[in-house]
């Protein structure tokens, strides 16, 4: 099966699993894990950020991004597409007491106007606006970016207000390679990033949250808290060393692939796409009226499984497992689909 159905499926290539296997452990509550204690001063240095804490999840990495930032009955500014709205499981409202206000921005990426709009008001009657929370790449969005200049507008603008601004980067890894962005930009102009090691990069388990020394303190007891603390995961860091080191530069093929994808979808009439908007390895395209449900059955029989994203839209996601033979493979179905 040549699996699009999301970057996160992939398996530890062997050179992963041979550096898991001789990895160096210790107990990581103790902060005697040195594999993790390496990862973590490596990642917070690519990113240009003091300390960061490994999490065993990017949903756990941006909950704990909102966590040190705000208080109960505080909000949050973010995309009406953001993942940390559509896919945490209400969890800002169980954890932190908050309260999330999305709004509509361009396929998932925001501006600084539309996001000045959204500020409250400083009565005892609002939820006071705290946090402004940006998602790239945007997975709802269809793996859109944020240009560094928006960013930056966007951090001018929580400076100018007093509010903190978090990245939500499970894809920031992609998002580095579309725009042409260091890491350490990135850590200039936010105060917390979520990063992921186990979508695009390949590592089977783990994320990171990155900020100041201060924050990350209180992060890594609110980890604890969670059930997040890890005792031997220097396994888990190696990998995502391994992946950081090695995948990273990778993710261009999986950018060119989603592009040629899109471009044989828009050539059949059966579907629905604008080519020029993919940017990274997410490829999202619509089908007919009713067609979901036997589109992905006809590509299953094809040998190839994406997922529904939406109403008459399906998502195929790029990622190192997908071969230039593999992407031969689903040219040819895309080809030769017609709809009855």
């Not at 909000?75 to 597409?81: G, N």
């Amino acid at each position: 099966m040549i699996d699009l159905r999301s970057d996160t499926v992939t398996r530890p290539t062997q050179a992963m699993w041979d550096v898991m296997h001789n990895a160096p452990v210790g107990d990581d509550v103790f902060g005697e894990d040195p594999g993790l204690n390496a990862l973590e001063k490596t990642v917070a240095d690519m990113f240009g950020m003091e300390e960061g804490v490994f999490v065993p999840s990017g949903t756990m990495g941006n909950q704990l991004g909102l966590k040190v930032h705000t208080c109960p009955a505080d909000e949050v500014i973010l995309d009406e597409k953001a993942h940390i709205f559509h896919s945490e499981g209400a969890a800002p409202g169980l954890i932190s007491g908050i309260q999330l206000r999305p709004v509509r921005g361009e396929r998932g990426v925001l501006s600084a106007d539309t996001i000045a709009s959204a500020i409250r008001t400083r009565n005892d009657w609002d939820p006071h606006t705290r946090v402004v929370a940006l998602e790239n790449s945007s997975n709802l969005g269809g793996g859109t970016c944020y240009s560094l200049s928006g960013i930056r507008d966007i951090y001018q603008l929580t400076r100018k207000h007093g509010l903190a601004l978090h990245i939500d980067g499970a894809r920031i890894w992609n998002a580095c390679i579309a725009t042409d962005t260091r890491p350490e930009q990135y850590g200039e102009y936010c105060d917390t990033i979520s990063v992921c090691f186990s979508k695009g990069l390949g590592a089977p388990v783990g994320s990171m949250v990155l900020g100041s020394s201060k924050l990350m303190k209180q992060a890594r007891r609110y980890r604890k808290i969670l059930g997040g603390g890890m005792r031997q995961a220097g396994m888990l860091a190696a990998a995502a060393d391994h992946a950081v080191k090695h995948h990273f530069t990778g993710l261009k093929e999986d950018h060119d692939r989603a592009k040629t994808f899109a471009e044989a979808i828009d050539r059949n009439t059966a579907f629905r796409i604008q080519p020029d908007e993919v940017e990274t390895n997410i490829v999202l395209f619509g089908v007919q009226e009713g067609k979901m449900d036997e589109v992905l059955a006809w590509f299953s029989d094809h040998n190839i499984a994406m997922i529904p994203f939406g109403h008459d839209i399906i998502r195929a996601t790029f990622h190192y497992e997908v071969t230039d033979e593999n992407l031969e493979s689903v040219l040819r179905a895309v080809a030769t689909y017609t709809s009855p």
